[in-house]
């Protein structure tokens, strides 16, 4: 993996993300750009439309322009990159792509007249490829538009980067300080052997083992941890951790540790909930009173999954201010609807 494609998919279905139009979807839906799994492909499936793709894919265009899909992100956020994946297209992927991304507050239906800035120019493509794009633009963006030139077929489209959540939200309330949605993140973990730490920050009940955290079997007597940079600094009230659908690899424990990064280094871990043992298949539900933290550091023990991870709690004073600022700065050129 690159730096940016350990972000994550602001794109990505499972955090809200949509295609709420495009020019064209005569062969293959363009809802299948923002699915969460890796495109896949049975030859000789046809439908009354021909080959079935699981992308989306557009007729021939025989009157000069090009295809286009508008994509509303889930979560807004500051892109770091792109990756437009051509999967299983061979014969009929677009030779050209570029991208262009736009900021708007609220819920707009028109989005002609948004200040859309090109984060990908145009570049060429080659099939069954997944193709990997930098961005630069230090701006937050709620909207991208995959230019495909002339027309073709696109498997997937991943919008990598940092979720910027809006403060207005959050302000004066008992917020998730671990959600993704709320821009907290899983800097660090000791093991991602089957998914990904920053699965336990998602919106929403994992449906299945799949969507949660889960690392190998362990055999050298230590233990697995993952370390959360959490939204903002604050007050834990309620900690949550669902084992749901983790039925035979759930830890037999797990411990909560806090830290302030403002004036403590990064080792400089206070419990916060001691080793507590815990079932398979269960929503845990732990009262704290913890001091301010900016880090929280999960252990399990000694392996297994974790479907979900909630630290309900305060943001501070100053972590609320600086959660404006940042949005503010990141914002300024945003279009207002």
Known sequence: MT??????????????????AASDESFAEKENLVNPWAPAFAPGTFGPKGQVYDGWETARRRAGG???ALVRLGLPGVVRGVVIDTAWFKGNYPPRASVEACAVEGYPSDLSGADWVE???????????AHLFPTRAERLFTHVRLNMIPDGGIARLRVHGEVVPDPRVLAGLTVDLAALENGARVIECSDM??????????????RNQAEGWETARRRDGGHDWAVIRLAAPGVI?????????LKFNAPAAAALQGLDARTAPLDAWRPLLPRTGLLPDT???FRLTTP???HVRLDIHPDGGIARLRLLGDMTPDGAKELAARYTALTQHSAKY
């Open 3 to 20: 730096e940016f494609t350990s972000l994550p998919d602001l794109a990505v279905r499972t955090l809200g993300g949509s295609v709420v």
């Open 66 to 68: 090009h295809d286009w």
């Open 119 to 129: 984060i990908v120019p145009e570049s060429p493509l080659k099939g069954d490829t």
């Open 193 to 206: 052997f089957y998914s990904s730490p920053d699965n336990m920050l998602f919106p929403g009940l994992a």
């Open 237 to 245: 009230r309620l900690a949550e951790i669902d084992t749901a659908n």
């Open 283 to 285: 929503r845990h539900r």
């Open 292 to 294: 301010e933290v900016t």
